[in-house]
Each structure stands twice: as C-alpha cells, then as structure tokens.
C-alpha cells in the first residue's frame, strides 16, 4: 500500500460518524456503557460521535410506558433493576422509591450546557451525571445537584469544565436552543428508545442500532457501514484500560473490555 493509499484509508476510516440519543435517566444507556465504552476504546481515532439528549421524561403528568407498564415513579424501580441484573452494572435502583426525580429535562439540559464548552466537557458530564443518579441515587432533576456535579467534576478537572461559565449558561437561550435541537431531531427520525446509536459515513446510508444490545452488534454495525475499519488497540490489561478511562469505571466495565465475567 502506498504512502497516498494509506493516507486515503485513514481518512476514510475517520469519517465514521456516530450519533448517540440518549438520556441521564436512561438506566439501558447506562447498562450500555461497558460496551460503548469497549468501542470507543477499541477505535479510538476512527469513529466520531456526538450525543444527542431525548428527553425521556418531560414530566410524570406526561409520561407514559405502556411496554412496561410504567406512568409514575414507584414503577421505574423494577425497570431499573432488572437493567441492573441483565447488565451487571450496578445501578441504585431504591432512588424511584427514596427520591425519585421528576423530570430528565434538566438534566438533559445540563449536559447541552456542557457542550457549549467543548463535547468532552459534554461526555464528561453526561458520565458525571448519570453516576450521580445511576450509583448515589441523587436527584438530577433539582437545579442544586446539577450544579453539584459541575462543581465536582470542575473541582477533579479544571482543564474540561469551567464551572463559573456552566453555572450562568444553565438555563439560558443558547443552552435551551442546543436540547431543543436535539429534541427536534430525536421526533425526526422517529426514536423513543434509548439508546439509539445511527452510524454511518457522510453521502452514505447508515445503520441504527436500538436499545441495549451485546458489544457483537456494535461490531456488526460498524462493519457494515465501514468494513474496512480496524481497531487500533485492545484492551488487555485491566490497570491500562482503568487508567484510560479514570476513576469511576465499574468492574462490568473492565469485565466487558477484557471480555471476563462477573454476573
């Protein structure tokens, strides 16, 4: 292969685009990450991506799953435990009974707010977040634990998020303007399971990719609309892959990288 043919690859190989819809409250996105996360890893420099927010409940007056059985709080709680069970990944499930949240608008809001700085500020948060509510059972539907989780995530990384800027953004026009976008697009192609991940190449048809599915079919996926993709790297040893993603990672996490198991 030429020095002008491997050029041509690579920058073929780093036009995969992959939109990501998605909400904090969503305890399957959640249960996803281990394999979303193995992707990210795996092909790091070859795919984009970029998450979109769904705005899984507006509001409990206006919600409704009639798939399982859910329109009000106290029904959320099995949902979320048996993601927990069916993923391995640990997930406070007792947070519908002890301090359910009331809408994920919020916080869907403050992961926009986020992306006003940068979209690392934005996945950083979004991971923030849902730890809050997915492992400490927090309310991230009140103002006050937003802020929070800005404050701690600036505190660790002051380098990602500035939380002077986070703070007055949240809530603002430009902050509204970016969920609302998502919203518009989330209506558009017709998604109301999260996650939903469409991949794809510019000019050319995608795939998507509904709900939690195994880390094969991201595979697959991707293969189809890019078969001459190649991972970069593996994951083979657990002290490099946790130190690639920081603190925070789960044993499930690792267990999925290195495709050992702990369920």
Known sequence: ??????????????????????????????????????????????????????????????????????????????????????????????????NPPKSSIPACLAVKTAELQSPVAAE???????????????????????????????????????????EQELGREASKKALEEDLQKTRLHGITRFPTLTIHKPGAAGVMIVGYRPYEALLEALKQVAPELTPTQHAEDEEKYSAYWGEGITEREVAEALQTSVL
């Not at 020095?3 to 959640?30: A, F, M, N």
């Not at 800005?150 to 500035?162: C, H, I, N, Q």
């Open 124 to 166: 950083q948060y979004l991971r923030a977040v849902r730890e809050a509510v997915m492992l400490q059972g927090r309310d991230i539907s009140e103002r006050k634990v937003l802020l929070e989780v800005a404050s701690e995530l600036a505190r660790r990384k002051p380098a990602v998020l500035d939380f002077s800027r986070f």
């Open 1 to 98: 292969m030429t020095e002008t043919e491997k050029k041509q690859r690579i920058k073929q190989e780093g036009s995969v685009q992959i939109e990501v819809y998605t909400d904090p409250l969503c305890c399957w996105s959640w249960a996803f990450e281990p394999q979303w996360r193995k992707l990210r890893y795996a092909f790091s420099g070859k795919i984009k991506w970029r998450y979109r927010m769904g705005g899984l409940i507006p509001s409990w007056d206006s919600f409704s799953d009639p798939m399982n059985s859910i329109s009000r709080p106290l029904q959320m709680g099995p949902l979320w435990l048996e993601a927990k069970h069916r993923s391995g990944m640990p997930i406070h499930d007792r947070v519908w009974f002890e």
